[in-house]
């Protein structure tokens, strides 16, 4: 049998020029041709070709290469490779705010973007794909019908011209078997093209754990039930329906209420009339002997207490020097009182059992109504007198002649005066708006002498930055505005551009005991002012006492240049005006802030101070110049602070209130009250004398204690001299 010779694609396309009459081929020039071998640079010539028919390559070198020996050629050369930008500037600097200045940048960013392009690819499942797979499939559907059309046609031609390409659907040559040479193209079928993965993508699915449910039951206590029987007759049901009756007609039953009211009313004041006349003649005659019962009833309750305060003297002060104690004696408090503070106490110089106390709030978002109390020590167990007030009180403080008289300050910046003598509970002057109050809370009042026309005054020193003098006229109260404590060194500007002038906030004031216009005044900012009456725009002096804001000022009772002051930056300190330093001669740290100060009216060395921590300081600087006496905790709670204290005019004790309303009297051990012994014929002198030359023993045992700390000049011995040269003469 005769062979058949399989034909190539190109073999066939050859044929099938020819036969269609193409123009026979021109025969092609083999050229040699040069090019650059891409490893070594070396050029390459392009010769004739080998035995096997390859194309010879010969290696040319270049006329200027370099002629390297072996070892040149096998010596490595390492390059380094980093991320590192090389164009990245190494010197950017930023300013840092933090640390006010420029400070070059830690890391900079090296990358570099050489080229960039947005793609848009598209998820193989998403519906954008699947419309594109279907416009696909229609193309590919009419192109394989075309050609199938074509294949008819040229079957003919074919088989007289001999074997050719076919097509598949695609347009894609396929080569194939087939008879005498002729390459067989699959047919066409219908199937879906299968889509490759475009992005790996792959199924996954896991199992998670259920959790298991869980029962709660709980058990309630059932409500309480209750049986209800009654039986319902005519009388029941003809009130039910009265009761319906008079709901659907409030308004007949109002009228008919009212005119029974009216009536009641009248037979009421009527009968009332009667029996207030009957009343108050009785308590008139009642009052004074319900009175006394009541403090005898007292006095047997608390006799265990009256007889400590007469008699008991702590022995264990004997044995050691330099230490006392506090007895506990009677606690007054007030239910009405007992969310309000004691803003203020103060003693009466005539009545020595009697002390007033005033109630008020210091925090300004708790600001109530206030209250003014008059206890007594003989009656513990409820107030003499009590004012209800319609603002906290801050401040008050009773006349030495006239010890009826209670000057009050607000902390709505009002002053009033109130007279116990007078069965009101109104007071008989208070200031407003018109006649110069304050506008901000009145710290502290007090009593001064009466002026030349005879007219009580009081002064009063607030946070607005005024020390005001108000003088009782007649039916009215005239005020005048003694100083205005400025702030040095402060302006602001107001809205035209003027200058306006800043005051301190005034916070508490002590009148000297021997010159009546010399005062002290301390300020929220912590500075103490020495101001005069007579000079009323600038300060004496002024001291830098305080960190925080002062609380207390007072002169000490026997030295007329010394002072005290305490403040909230936990200190006390004692000042000498005759110091040029300005400095204080004793400071002490108490550890907590000091809500008040109190020098002992018996002695020039000894004082006493509350802290916030519940405790009272006692000192005695003639016998410890460092450390208190006594350091005493007196509330019962943590949490309750003292803010003032108080000393008694005649007996050892003091009192002492806190922020709950309540207010603790203790007694005084001996080594807290300890005076100078008498000289020989002191018994035999008058009681004028007798107070002349204690006044003179305490000056002079606060002068000896002050040498020991400060240096004065020999102008100031000289001139002190002289005083007492001056003193001794008018005495003779």
């Known amino acids: ?83 590192n930008n090389p164009h990245a500037p190494q010197n950017i600097v930023r300013y840092s705010f933090r640390e006010r200045q420029y400070k070059p940048l830690p890391t900079i960013d090296q990358l570099a973007i050489h080229f960039s392009m947005d793609g848009n690819m598209i998820h193989i499942d998403s519906d954008e794909a699947k419309r594109q797979f279907q416009h696909k499939e229609k193309a590919d559907g009419l192109r394989g019908r075309g050609m199938a059309e074509e294949k008819a046609e040229g079957a003919e031609s074919e088989e007289e011209e001999g074997p050719r390409e076919v097509a598949d659907a695609d347009g894609r040559e396929i080569k194939g078997a087939a008879d ?10 219908g199937k879906e093209k299968k889509l490759t993965n475009q992005f790996n993508y792959s199924d996954r699915a896991s199992l998670t754990y259920n959790n298991p449910l869980r029962n709660r039951e709980t058990m309630t206590e059932p409500p309480p039930v209750m049986l209800f029987e009654m039986n319902a007759n005519q009388w029941i049901i003809n009130d039910a329906y009265v009761d319906d009756f008079a709901r659907q007609n409030p308004e007949k039953e109002k009228s008919k209420e009212k005119k029974v009211a009216v009536a009641k009313k009248e037979e009421k004041k009527k009968t009332s009339v009667i029996t207030d006349m009957q009343t108050d003649d009785l308590s008139m005659l009642m009052a004074p002997a319900a009175k006394i019962l009541e403090r005898m009833v007292n006095q047997n309750t608390f006799d265990d207490v009256t007889m400590d305060f007469k ?31 004691i803003t203020s106490v103060t ?82 002057y208070i200031s407003s708006a018109k006649t110069g109050k304050h506008t901000d809370p009145v710290w502290q009042v007090k009593w001064q002498k009466e002026d030349l026309d005879n007219n009580l005054n009081f002064f009063s020193v607030s946070s607005d930055g005024r020390v005001v003098s108000w003088t009782l006229h007649k039916n009215e109260i005239l005020h005048h505005d003694v100083i205005h404590l400025t702030l040095e060194n402060v302006s602001a500007e107001g809205p035209d551009g003027t200058q306006l002038i800043s005051l301190a906030g005034g916070t508490t004031f002590d009148f000297h005991h021997e010159k009546d216009t010399l005062f002290l005044v301390g300020t929220e900012e912590g500075k103490v002012h020495v101001c005069s009456k007579s000079y009323s725009s600038t300060f004496l002096e002024t001291y830098n006492a305080h960190h925080m804001a002062v609380y207390r000022v007072a002169w000490n009772r026997y030295h007329r240049d010394i002072f005290i002051t305490c403040s909230a930056d936990w200190s006390v300190k004692i000042w000498d005006r005759t110091m040029s330093s300005k400095e204080p001669v004793f400071t002490f740290d108490l550890g907590c802030a000091v809500g008040d100060v109190s020098w002992a009216p018996y002695s020039s060395t000894i004082f006493a101070a509350v802290t916030a921590d519940g405790k009272v300081h006692v000192f005695d600087l ?58 020989k014929g002191a018994e035999q002198m008058k009681p004028e004398e007798k107070k002349a030359q204690q006044r003179e023993n305490e000056y002079s045992k606060m002068e000896k204690l002050l040498a020991t700390v400060r240096h004065p000049d020999p102008k100031q011995k000289q001139d002190k001299n002289k005083e007492m040269k001056e003193k001794k003469e008018d005495k003779n």
């Open 1 to 83: 049998m005769p062979t058949k010779a399989v034909k190539s694609v190109r073999q066939l396309q050859s044929d099938a020029g020819s036969s269609q009459g193409s123009r026979p081929s021109k025969s092609k020039v083999s050229r040699p041709s040069r090019h650059l071998d891409d490893d070594d640079g070396t050029e390459t010539v392009d010769g004739g070709r080998d035995d096997y028919g390859l194309e010879a390559r010969t290696l040319q070198k270049p006329a200027d290469q370099l002629n390297l020996t072996e070892a040149e050629l096998k010596e490595e050369h390492t390059r380094i490779l980093t991320a």
């Open 180 to 189: 005498e040479g002729i390459v067989v193209t699959p047919a066409l079928t």
């Open 311 to 341: 008699y008991f003297e702590d022995p264990s002060d004997e044995f050691r020097e330099q230490e006392g104690t506090l007895l506990p004696l009677w606690k007054f408090s007030f239910e009405k009182v007992k969310k309000l503070a």
């Open 347 to 428: 003693w009466s110089s005539r009545y020595m059992d009697l002390f007033a106390v005033g109630h008020g709030s210091y925090d300004f978002l708790k600001q109530t109504n206030g209250m003014i109390l008059f206890y007594t020590l003989k009656n513990p167990s409820y107030p003499e007198i009590v004012y209800e007030t319609d603002c906290g009180v801050m401040s008050v403080d009773l006349h030495s002649e006239y010890p009826y008289l209670l000057a009050v300050g607000f902390y709505d910046g009002n002053v009033a005066v109130y007279n116990v003598q007078e069965n009101k509970t109104s007071p008989v």
């Open 622 to 679: 003639n016998i410890n110049k460092y450390e208190p006496l006594c350091e005493q905790l007196v509330t019962q709670k943590k949490k309750t602070k003292l803010t003032h204290i108080a000393f008694n005019p005649r007996h050892p004790i003091i009192i002492v209130g806190d922020d709950r309303g309540n207010v603790t009297s203790l007694k005084l051990s001996p080594n807290l009250r300890k005076m100078p012994k008498e000289k």
